[in-house]
């Protein structure tokens, strides 16, 4: 199956912008092509609503999230509060579905690669079991090259296919600072694992031939099925 997971550090650090970016980039560069997008589980409101907004008028591509939650904390906590079950078999159907109806599948996945999915498992178990290539999405700030290497740590130890490693401006942010705090050469160093480019802070967020051209600019081959 054709997919890739975008997976984070932690939360809030630009896995939906790098998302949103490659499905623009699919839909402008790859038209004849479908595409599915999903949110493995969404707690809280927003990026599932994010996805309609942008792409649900496009007739190729597909928005899914099969399991959502009303309440924003990490999954088996917002099941307890609603009284509810995670079930992966559903989100796995999904997923399959998707994988068998589409050309490619882009899923988001929720938090950092040790965020907890079920009160036994993390994205880094899934992504390993479900045998998913992933790209890891680095905010440039202070602290990022630590969380970096953890996630590395952990991709290797439930070995998944980690593409490589995206920084990505969570605020504006200068040369010096990206040289400071996610300084390219030693996170490759650190981790063995390529950087495949820099996400520009973005103000607009809906401006889809921006996006594309955001996507265009990462080193789109090592992880995109051309």
């Known amino acids: 199956m054709k997919a890739l997971l975008v997976v984070g550090?932690?939360?809030?650090?630009?896995k939906t912008?790098?998302?949103s970016s490659l499905a623009a980039y699919w839909q402008i560069y790859q038209p004849n092509k479908s595409l599915g997008l999903m949110k493995l589980i969404e707690t809280g409101i927003g990026d599932r609503e994010f996805y309609q907004e942008l792409f649900g008028s496009s007739p190729s591509l597909e928005i899914a999230a099969p399991l959502r939650f009303q309440t924003p904390v990490a999954p088996p906590i917002a099941a307890e509060r609603e009284g509810r079950d995670i079930d992966l078999g559903q989100v796995w159907q999904e997923f399959r579905r998707l994988g068998q109806q589409k050309d490619f599948v882009l899923v988001e996945a929720l938090g950092g690669l040790g965020s907890p999915v079920t009160h036994e498992l993390t994205?880094?178990?899934?992504?390993?079991?479900?045998?998913?290539?992933?790209?890891?999405?680095?905010?440039?700030?202070?602290?990022?090259?630590?969380q970096t290497v953890a996630n590395v740590a952990?991709?290797?130890q439930c070995r998944i296919d980690l593409k490589g490693i995206v920084?990505?401006?969570?605020?504006?942010?200068?040369e010096q600072q990206l040289a400071?705090?996610?300084p390219i050469e030693l996170l490759e160093s650190l981790t063995c694992i390529p950087v495949l480019g820099v996400l520009p802070?973005?103000?607009?967020?809906?401006?889809?031939?921006k996006l594309a051209l955001v996507a265009s600019n990462l080193a789109l081959e090592k992880f995109l099925p051309w």
Request: hydrophobic fraction near 45%; aromatic fraction near 6%.
């Open 180 to 182: 400071d705090w996610t």
């Open 123 to 146: 994205v880094a178990d899934l992504a390993g079991e479900w045998r998913l290539s992933v790209v890891l999405v680095v905010p440039i700030k202070l602290g990022a090259i630590a």
């Open 201 to 209: 802070y973005l103000s607009d967020r809906n401006d889809l031939k």
């Open 9 to 14: 550090t932690d939360t809030e650090v630009g």
């Open 17 to 19: 912008v790098l998302t």
């Open 167 to 174: 920084l990505n401006c969570v605020q504006p942010c200068t």
């Open 154 to 156: 952990l991709a290797r």
